[in-house]
């Protein structure tokens, strides 16, 4: 970067250079690298808005940051320019417990977020595994999902309105205060999920829902394949609607057992359901799906005795994808979706596809909203393995695409799975898109490039 617009870029924002600051800025979870010529680090919606102005008038690229957890590549800096590192933006501006409304800055951890709501008897439900380390402004821009989706919802379902500073540098205000509006667009949602592409996010007003007095874990584990395809598959059936509904498969739990050194969880998979309301409602939901999973085949089906098993399987649940890539540091891990009625089906084809180029799968995640976390994995890395690890993943795409699924449930598309956006999106669909992209960035500003090639 010029050096005369890094001291111009100084002028109106906080703003660092160290090599430690720039690599860190240069890469997110995705594996991926790019490079950070600068690292702003705004403290006021105002300096954002300066920065965007400069960036608009000069042109240089700009990538939004939050935590850095995103696992597509859509914080890496892939054509150099300003990091835009939101994560001193972090005050929680405001809970109205009356109207069950919570205001925060981007780069509030949504871990706190979440404890700050439950201190006073309100509930934030989207809770990505990463959820400790992840920010408010990322998981807007990625609409992140997690581990309550299947009775909550993901972070679409909690964004009332946005304050977003536009490519330009404009400042403007989506959404209303209210639980329902229809004035105008619906800009908030065309924001969250836009994985900032198209605006930087500097302030969210949240919806918050009552805190549910009661929450129970059952814990299922199964001794063979075909039992815990049919767990899952009788789980789903269920007439309840249980907070969580997570599935580990056994590659990914024997990774889970080395990483928390408890080898006796190397078992054929593991179904936690998690049921929340009144005392008297969860034990009923659980007995139902005790008596499906048992019926199943499940060789050890029971609720969680104690708040601390609870905590800790909910831990080891939280830690699969570190643990996963722990043992298998070469791998591509995605997040399809497909019909809930399909996730057995995925898991199975997942398996058999990786099969088919030589390579294995693993699978967890989200059975109780279709999500399934598919990791292809790699022994070496190298070139030509990368390759046909490459070749399978697309042919995951692809049987996702057929089961009547999508690409990506909460991660996004950003740079890793651009090139498979025509598996799902026609080329009208692709070119409306676009057409959006341009008219709110003309100059290809925010994440020049990610999502749509060609932006
Ligand atoms: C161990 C692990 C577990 C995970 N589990 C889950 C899970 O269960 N569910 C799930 O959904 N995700 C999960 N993720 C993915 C990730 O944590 C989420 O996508 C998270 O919301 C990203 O937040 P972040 O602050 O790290 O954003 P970053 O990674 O910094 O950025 C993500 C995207 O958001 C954009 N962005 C960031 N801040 C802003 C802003 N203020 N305005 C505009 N754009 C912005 C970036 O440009 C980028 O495109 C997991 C990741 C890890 C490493």
């Not at 330009?168 to 205060?177: E, F, P, Q």
């Not at 499906?292 to 939280?318: I, Q, Y």
């Not at 699978?363 to 790699?378: E, R, W």
């Amino acid at each position: 970067m010029d050096p005369r617009v890094a001291d111009l870029v100084r002028a109106v924002c906080p703003a660092v250079d160290g090599a430690d600051a720039l690599q860190r800025a240069g890469a997110d979870e995705s594996g991926l690298r790019g490079r950070a010529d600068l690292v702003a680090r705004p403290r006021t919606a105002d300096e954002v808005a300066a920065l965007m102005r400069l960036a608009h008038a000069t042109p240089f690229h700009v990538t939004p940051r939050g935590a850095g957890t995103g696992r597509c590549g859509g914080a890496v800096p892939e054509r150099g320019g300003v990091v835009l590192d939101l994560t001193a933006m972090d005050r929680i501006l405001e809970i109205d417990e009356a109207e069950g409304i919570a205001r925060a800055e981007p780069g509030v951890l949504l871990g706190d977020l979440q404890a700050a709501c439950e201190a006073r008897g309100l509930f934030f439900p989207p809770d990505p595994a990463s959820a400790k380390e992840c920010t408010v402004g990322g998981a807007v821009a990625t609409s992140a999902g997690g581990l309550r989706g299947a009775k909550y919802g993901t972070m679409k379902h909690y964004v009332l309105a946005l304050t977003v500073v536009l490519a330009d540098g404009s400042v403007i205000r989506t959404g209303a205060r209210t639980r329902k509006s229809v004035t105008g667009y619906d800009m908030t949602s065309l924001f969250v999920g836009s994985e900032g592409t198209l605006g930087v996010v500097v302030e969210a007003t949240l919806r918050l829902v009552p805190l549910p007095p009661h929450a129970a874990t059952l814990v299922a584990w199964f001794d063979d394949e075909a039992s815990l395809e049919r767990g899952i598959a009788a789980a789903l059936r269920v007439r309840a609607v249980p907070r969580a509904l997570e599935v580990v498969d056994a590659k990914a739990l024997s990774a889970v057992a080395e990483f928390v050194a408890k080898p006796e969880w190397a078992r054929a998979g593991l179904v936690l359901v998690e049921c929340d309301g009144d005392e008297a409602s969860c034990a009923r939901e659980l007995s139902m799906f005790a008596a499906a999973l048992s019926g199943a085949g499940g060789a050890d089906v029971r609720r969680a005795d104690s708040a601390s098993e609870r905590d800790a399987l909910w831990e080891a649940r939280r830690r699969v994808s570190r643990a996963v890539r722990a043992k298998w540091p070469h791998r591509f891990a995605e997040d399809v979706c497909v019909p809930r009625t399909a996730f057995v089906q995925m898991l199975r084809d997942l398996r058999g596809i990786a099969a088919r180029h030589g390579l294995d799968a693993l699978g967890f995640g989200h059975a109780g909203d279709g999500n399934i976390h598919a990791s292809v994995l790699m022994r070496t890395g190298d070139d030509g393995e990368r390759a046909r690890a490459a070749a399978c993943v697309g042919d995951v795409f692809r049987r996702a695409i057929e089961l009547g699924g999508t690409l990506t449930a909460e991660h996004g598309i950003a740079i890793t799975k651009r090139d498979y956006l025509p598996l799902e999106l026609s080329p009208e669909t692709i070119a409306a898109h676009v057409a959006v992209k341009r008219a709110l960035d003309p100059r290809g500003i925010l994440n020049a490039g990610k999502v749509f090639p060609g932006t």
